[in-house]
């Protein structure tokens, strides 16, 4: 990711909540997460490009689990502190985060996207190995097969990747997660424009 697509989401801001339509999937997974946290007692997540803090840290704020986010981009977490208050907000690279300690999960609702697929890899196993506890990993995708794809959202320029279902379970698997869900949602991301969006649930083995 880096500086540029931080500055990207500093140019997009608040209009990035507005432009969604439908977030009632990521909603659930953030329901879902709850769940399996609550016999646990006192849970801390990390919320991997948190943006503008909406809907998934006000989510697990108020459910009282600990929550650290970490963007790259600064007006996102501004709007984080203001809109989602209480949780940890980190101005920094996506991956760069081996010395935030251990979590109890990890949550990456359409952040990893955003890195080359050069870069996910590595990622997914650091992060792997600073899971305790349930060892619980979301993310959410778009559903697609490219890598560092130019595209413009909200008019703003930027460059995402997308893998196809069977290849991001093979990616989760060699990083040391175990699939418990994966789904594929059609929801309208921005107005007009629909999107197949693929959520996952994993557990690290």
């Not at 439908?22 to 997540?45: C, K, N, S």
């Not at 007006?75 to 984080?80: G, K, P, Q, R, Y």
């Not at 060699?174 to 557990?203: K, S």
Request: proline share 5%.
């Amino acid at each position: 990711m880096g500086v540029e697509q931080g500055a990207a989401f500093d140019q997009i801001g608040r209009r990035y909540d507005e432009s969604f339509v439908e977030r009632d999937a990521q909603l659930a997974e953030g329901a879902w997460l709850i769940g399996q946290l609550a016999e646990l007692g006192p849970a801390r997540v990390l919320d991997l490009g948190c943006g503008s803090g909406l809907p998934t840290a006000k989510q697990l704020l108020d459910a009282g689990i600990e929550v650290v986010g970490v963007d790259e981009s600064a007006v996102m977490l501004e709007l984080a502190e203001e809109q989602a208050p209480g949780g940890r907000y980190l101005h920094r690279d996506l991956r760069e985060v081996a010395d935030l300690g251990e979590f109890d999960a990890v949550v990456a609702f359409f952040s990893l996207l955003m890195l080359s697929k050069a870069d996910i890899p590595p990622l997914l196993r650091q992060l792997r190995d600073q899971l305790r506890g349930a060892r619980l990993l979301q993310v959410a995708m778009v559903l697609g097969d490219f890598d560092e794809f130019p595209i413009s959202f909200l008019g703003v320029p930027t460059q995402v990747c997308a893998y196809p279902p069977d290849e991001l379970r093979q990616v989760l698997a060699e990083a040391g997660f175990e699939i418990v869900e994966l789904r594929e949602v059609a929801a309208e991301a921005e107005p007009n424009r629909i999107e197949v969006q693929i959520f996952v649930r994993a557990r690290a083995v």
